[in-house]
């Protein structure tokens, strides 16, 4: 019977630990939640023994220990798979341990941190006090990609610190007054959204191509857009990605983004738009 569950049932370090007794190789592919996004990764064995973790573009212990965040999910040990060099060297004791240290570490400050799909800005008149706060590099490396147009999730990702690391400054960010959430107007929301979903779906090549299209109507990046320029962006896009990934994929993807927008401009003003 293979292993597989949900991480409810079984946490990361229950995991960790049946893979060793039964010293078998592979991985654990796990998909899970982290602030209301998906979060999918790897955990990599040999003979037992954790080698490597990927979850995105995070260096392998960073993604292993991204993992052990993760409260909810399912999980299903692979074999046969192809494995990458060994690039995990500690004992699985070892790392267990670390796991659930920074487990209890993080427990505080992802209460605190906002949804990974928030779009934070600087505060704009922020207390003389601050002027005290010394920031670490990360934490300067954060507060540069903080612009009042990207998400948590797309700091994670350009800032190359991974979601809960960033999360973890983010709430301290927040806490010291220098950064806040910022309310979006319906249709900066939607171009939030529709990146998201080109993200999700091809990478961030996608998304570049769906800022182009929105370029394209007039918007810039970030901009509030109308239901009918939404109509001609998505049109645009698949269009654009038609070439990349085929017309029924491509078609499949602006429907999502369409049902989306509609969803979000409320059903009225969405048909009454004309079609892109």
């Excluded at 993080?106 to 922020?126: C, I, M, Q, S």
């Excluded at 959430?181 to 191509?209: C, M, T």
Aim: glycine share 10%.
């Amino acid at each position: 019977m293979p292993l597989q569950g949900d991480l409810s049932d079984f946490s990361l370090s229950d995991i960790i630990q049946l893979v060793d007794l039964s010293k078998q190789t592979g991985a654990v592919h796990i998909v899970g939640n982290l602030k209301g996004k998906e979060i999918e990764g790897w955990i990599y064995f040999r003979n037992g023994q954790v080698i490597s973790a990927r979850v995105g573009r995070l260096p392998a212990e960073e993604a292993l220990y991204t993992l052990f965040a993760l409260q909810s999910g399912s999980f299903v040990f692979e074999e046969g798979v192809d494995l990458p060099p060994r690039e995990i060297t500690a004992s699985n004791e070892v790392l267990i341990m670390e796991g659930v240290r920074r487990v209890d570490e993080w427990g505080a400050f992802l209460e605190k941190a906002p949804p990974l799909n928030t779009v934070v800005g600087l505060v704009t008149a922020p207390d003389e006090r601050l002027q005290e706060i010394s920031l670490e590099p990360e934490e300067w490396r954060i507060l540069t990609l903080v612009d009042g147009r990207n998400t948590i999730a797309q700091i994670a990702e350009r800032s190359g610190l991974g979601e809960v690391r960033t999360c973890q400054i983010i709430a301290r960010l927040i806490e010291a007054g220098l950064v806040e959430e910022k309310q979006l107007r319906v249709g900066e929301l939607v171009f939030q959204e529709l990146g998201r979903i080109a993200s999700e779906n091809l990478g961030h090549s996608a998304r570049v191509l769906l800022e182009d299209a929105f370029r394209r109507q007039g918007i810039p990046a970030g901009g509030d857009a109308t239901p009918a320029q939404v109509q001609a962006v998505c049109t645009a896009f698949e269009r654009s990605i038609a070439l990349l990934v085929g017309p029924s994929r491509a078609r499949r993807l602006a429907e999502e983004m369409r049902a989306r927008a509609r969803e979000l401009y409320g059903e009225a003003a969405w048909d009454a738009a004309p079609e892109g």
